[in-house]
């Protein structure tokens, strides 16, 4: 049976759990402690001896926190017998719902790394899951990401940066059957996608089959707005088949049939140690929906007619009276001023009051901070813990250790415990099936790269060009010029690979003749402007500069920016290698992978479609070029691309549903092997 301590615990205690908050305040409240499953081990030698007490197939949850992704892979048949955190708040609650270890190991050491992935091979683990923590994948730090990557070597600085590496190097050790990783949108969102693509193509190397893709969790049942990166592979090149949607489930079918508690509502003799009202429960009718009655089918016997945590924040008086005035349209600039203690100008969404008939905002780790975010839909408070529980899919049954703020934490950081059930057992039904992958991301991006090494004359000239400045002066001048002119256009400009050449006298005044003969001449002016602009800023032309760089100069767009920087991006740490979306990039890779990116979530969906056919390894830069001059001259718009001259047509969707006939090979060719690429799991 749980027990509940009081708040002013120990100082020792106290200063660990402001620590785990990373400076957030405390929510008063009990302090829960939660027992150890009847399974649970101490030791790396213990949980080996004691393996064959386990349900089969056994799981590993790295970066586990609470452990919702344990909770839904156990629904879905594993035995999540490794959890590894480094909260030991979240540990003691996922110590309390899974057998085996959980474990506050540091994964930023590279000596237990090593130990981890051994672990995992002996045990033979079917399926290591984590998501490495997302500080990697911010926009700071480029550089030293590029420079590990590329160079494989550990900077000492913040470990957290290179966790995701650890991941990798886990799993190159262990090889488990599958691997399942849960992240942040951002880390497909980021202009180089740097890291995702890596981790694909070590994967791949590795003999893994793997897909990744943005979704939105509430299309699996999920009451809420909340997106997440999924990444699964699976060994020996076989095809994940993604689980099907289910119906979306709104707020009050999710938390409805919870009873109405007022802001700051604690059960009575809420600090006496071993009292069952002191561990936070209230008196419960019956689940209603579907979705309720799944919340509450692994309650205790005896316990039916008990909602634990169902505990929230003091509202203060100013902030009733601002919730009083709000519906779930309601901005936060709309409410009275005398009520406002932020400025709305910068926090317009400061306070939200949530919609019984919609899906809750997504539930994060701020919860813990404040609940503004949060608002009840009919009363006049914040969330409490188990209202946010259920919106996380967390089961009424599972509880949280520590303090209440703790638990919002461990909530607000976790995978929904439903999204992470159906995955599970599409992994064990993709496995079961053992559909191979048609073709590896990586096999991709070598046909596309060898189309494009191979290409006698390109429709876009400046594909191969020595210099950026030579790219924005032909895509100002020559984008989108007839096919039959471009040729000739781009040899009146093609030597001219500096501003400095351009603006000489003879060259201007050529450069002028040929762009007024195409009617162009406006062109030739934005020219010699940028021209005079890079002569004054030459540093922004090197290899090291960045796309922001370019576009301060005249009539640089971002698109022109972006493509000088992929055709021409430097070497090594200091390149630059972004990930283009431009509408014909696009058609490709809407047409090849049968999926709608050319006008819908483009810059999501479809970033992630195009990494899928250039890879992350020493082939994708001219895969990536090869993708552009593909959609320029072979895979045109209209209803008649030239399909017979794709490299790709053997595996695109909309040449198979038209019936189109190649003329080229569709073997992998060897001219083009990995070239010098450092694999993860070699030594």
Request: aromatic share 6%; charged share 25%.
């Given at each position: 049976m749980s027990t509940v301590q009081p708040s002013r615990a120990g100082s020792s205690r106290a200063a660990s759990e402001k620590r785990d908050t990373y400076g957030v305040k405390l929510v008063r409240g009990p302090f829960l402690k939660l027992p150890p499953h009847p399974l649970s081990v101490e030791t790396e030698l213990e949980l080996i001896a004691r393996a064959d007490e386990f349900r089969r197939p056994l799981a590993a949850d790295l970066f586990c926190g609470a452990?919702?992704?344990?909770?839904?892979?156990?629904?879905?048949?594993?035995?999540?017998?490794?959890?590894?955190?480094?909260?030991?708040?979240?540990?003691?609650?996922?110590?309390?719902?899974?057998?085996?270890?959980?474990?506050?190991?540091?994964?930023?050491?590279?000596?237990?790394?090593?130990?981890?992935?051994?672990?995992?091979?002996?045990?033979?683990?079917?399926?290591?899951?984590?998501?490495?923590?997302?500080?990697?994948?911010?926009?700071?730090?480029?550089?030293?990401?590029?420079?590990?990557?590329?160079?494989?070597?550990?900077?000492?600085?913040?470990?957290?940066?290179?966790?995701?590496?650890?991941?990798?190097?886990?799993?190159?050790?262990?090889?488990?059957?599958?691997?399942l990783m849960e992240n942040v949108p951002d880390m497909a969102l980021d202009k180089d996608m740097l890291i995702l693509r890596t981790m694909v193509d070590e994967l791949e190397a590795l003999g893994y089959g793997v897909e990744e893709r943005l979704v939105a969790t509430s299309e699996y049942g999920v009451p809420q707005l909340r997106q997440r990166l999924i990444l699964v592979a699976i060994a020996g090149g076989v095809e994940f088949k993604w689980p099907q949607s289910q119906p979306e489930v709104n707020l009050r079918s999710a938390i409805g049939d919870l009873p109405p508690v007022d802001g700051g509502w604690r059960p009575d003799n809420g600090d006496v140690p071993d009292d069952p009202v002191a561990s936070g429960w209230i008196t419960y009718g019956s689940p209603v929906t579907k979705f309720q009655q799944r919340m509450r089918r692994d309650v205790p016997g005896g316990h039916t007619d008990r909602l634990y945590d169902h505990i929230t924040r003091p509202v203060r008086e100013d902030d009733a009276r601002a919730f009083a005035q709000m519906d779930s349209t309601t901005l936060y600039s709309e409410i009275d001023d005398d009520l406002k203690r932020y400025r709305d100008d910068i926090f317009d969404d400061k306070y939200k009051r949530l919609d019984w008939n919609s899906l809750s905002r997504t539930i994060t780790a701020h919860i813990a901070k404040d609940g503004y975010w949060y608002i009840h839909p009919e009363h006049d408070r914040t969330l409490t813990v188990r209202e946010a529980a259920r919106i996380q899919t967390f089961p009424d049954n599972v509880r949280f250790a520590g303090p209440p703020t703790a638990a919002f934490r461990q909530i607000g950081n976790a995978v929904p415990p439903l999204l992470g059930e159906h995955l599970g057992r599409s992994i064990l039904e993709s496995i079961a099936e053992g559909h191979r992958e048609p073709l590896s991301t990586t096999q991709t991006a070598v046909l596309l790269a060898d189309w494009f090494v191979g290409r006698e004359y390109l429709s876009v000239p400046w594909l191969r060009?020595?210099?950026?400045?030579?790219?924005?002066?032909?895509?100002?001048?020559?984008?989108?010029?007839?096919?039959?002119?471009?040729?000739e256009a781009w040899a009146s400009t093609a030597k001219l690979v500096s501003p400095k050449l351009t603006l000489e006298p003879s060259n201007s005044a050529a450069l002028e003749m040929y762009a007024r003969l195409r009617g162009r001449e406006d062109r030739a002016a934005v020219v010699m402007n940028a021209a005079e602009w890079f002569v004054d800023h030459p540093d922004t032309l090197k290899v090291t500069s960045s796309v922001t760089e370019l576009v301060a100069a005249p009539g640089v767009s971002p698109a022109v920016a972006d493509l000088a920087v992929r055709v021409c991006p430097g070497t090594a740490a200091d390149r630059p290698d972004p990930v283009l979306v431009t509408n014909g990039v696009l058609r490709v890779a809407s047409r090849c992978l049968g999926i709608n990116v050319e006008s819908e979530n483009r810059y999501s969906d479809g970033r992630l479609a195009v990494a899928r056919l250039i890879g992350g390894d020493d082939n994708s830069h001219e895969a990536h070029l090869g993708l552009i001059e593909l959609a320029s001259s072979v895979c045109v718009a209209g209803p008649n691309p030239d399909c017979g001259n794709c490299p790709l047509l053997a595996n695109c969707d909309f040449a198979k549903h038209n019936n189109f006939q190649t003329t080229l090979p569709l073997t992998i060719p060897g001219s083009l092997r990995r070239r010098g690429s450092r694999r993860v799991g070699a030594r």
């Open positions: 452990g919702g992704l344990s909770i839904g892979l156990t629904e879905a048949g594993f035995d999540v017998i490794l959890g590894i955190d480094h909260d030991d708040a979240a540990l003691e609650t996922h110590r309390a719902y899974h057998p085996g270890l959980s474990v506050n190991w540091d994964l930023g050491d590279e000596d237990l790394v090593e130990r981890v992935g051994n672990l995992i091979k002996d045990l033979d683990v079917a399926i290591v899951a984590g998501g490495p923590p997302c500080q990697p994948f911010s926009r700071a730090g480029r550089s030293a990401l590029r420079d590990l990557v590329r160079r494989g070597r550990r900077p000492p600085h913040d470990l957290r940066r290179e966790l995701w590496q650890s991941f990798l190097r886990i799993v190159a050790i262990a090889r488990p059957p599958a691997v060009s020595t210099t950026r400045w030579q790219v924005i002066q032909a895509e100002i001048l020559w984008a989108r010029i007839a096919r039959k002119s471009v040729r």
